[in-house]
């Protein structure tokens, strides 16, 4: 079962700028984690969070978790084309460990 | 280190046909799963393995998937016989341990005509 969505579902930005995807899930959770889809590959893990964790920064990526609100932000900054991409999130359901995707959302950043 | 591999590639079968799909994870990962991605969708678990045991195989249509992970290291999914719906990218990952980030093979892309 479905437990992340994703939103929006597509973002369409210019080089340079930042972009910023959300993510909301139902049940409590002990970490989320966000993945990066290029077309035709596999999917490239970017960061996890922890339940106890606000903020966490990966060069040009900070995501945010907000439990009581069940959702989460990844925000890209100072975008790049080769950021174009599908951004998941992704958390775990049955207690822990088996992580399950949302829709995504499809960033384009033009050059 | 080396990636988690899979193959083929591409597939490309007629319904009712049978197809096996093969899966090498990262040395020394405990944890192995097989998704389901369908076009425009995040992926769905199929199965999970812990070495060799099944973890959690909820969602596989055991009707006509199945699975093995022999000697707790590669693994084969196979789909017997396949229905036009099965049509989509079956993704291998692995990961170090139970709640570690997945480590994603490029996946083989499933055409059932």
């Known amino acids: 079962s479905q437990q992340g969505e994703e939103d929006p579902q597509a973002l369409s930005i210019q080089e340079g700028e930042n972009a910023t995807m959300n993510c909301s899930y139902k049940?409590?959770?002990?970490?989320l984690q966000w993945y990066r889809q290029n077309s035709g590959r596999g999917l490239v893990h970017l960061i996890l969070?922890?339940?106890?964790?606000r903020e966490k920064h990966s060069g040009r990526l900070r995501v945010t978790l907000d439990t009581s609100k069940k959702s989460s932000s990844l925000l890209i900054t100072a975008s790049r084309a080769a950021d174009t991409a599908s951004y998941f999130c992704?958390?775990?359901?049955?207690?822990?460990?088996?992580?399950?995707f949302g829709k995504g959302t499809m960033l384009l950043v033009s050059p | 280190e080396a990636g988690v591999a899979q193959s083929p590639r591409y597939k490309i079968i007629e319904k009712r046909q049978s197809v096996a799909f093969w899966c090498n994870p990262i040395?020394?990962?405990?944890?192995l799963y097989w998704y389901q991605q369908i076009l425009g969708q995040g992926p769905k678990l199929l199965i999970q393995?812990?070495?060799?045991?099944?973890?959690?195989d909820s969602q596989l249509p055991k009707d006509r998937f199945s699975a093995e992970r022999l000697k707790g290291v590669d693994s084969t999914l196979k789909i017997q016989p396949a229905k036009l719906e099965d049509s989509a990218v079956y993704l291998c990952?692995?990961?170090?341990?139970?709640?570690?980030?997945?480590?994603f093979g490029n996946g083989t892309r499933l055409t059932v005509t």
């Open positions: 969070i922890r339940s106890n964790e």
């Open positions: 040395s020394g990962h405990a944890t």
């Open positions: 990952a692995s990961s170090l341990e139970r709640d570690s980030p997945l480590h």
């Open positions: 393995f812990q070495n060799n045991g099944v973890v959690d």
């Open positions: 049940t409590s959770i002990n970490n």
């Open positions: 992704a958390t775990p359901y049955s207690g822990y460990s088996t992580l399950t």
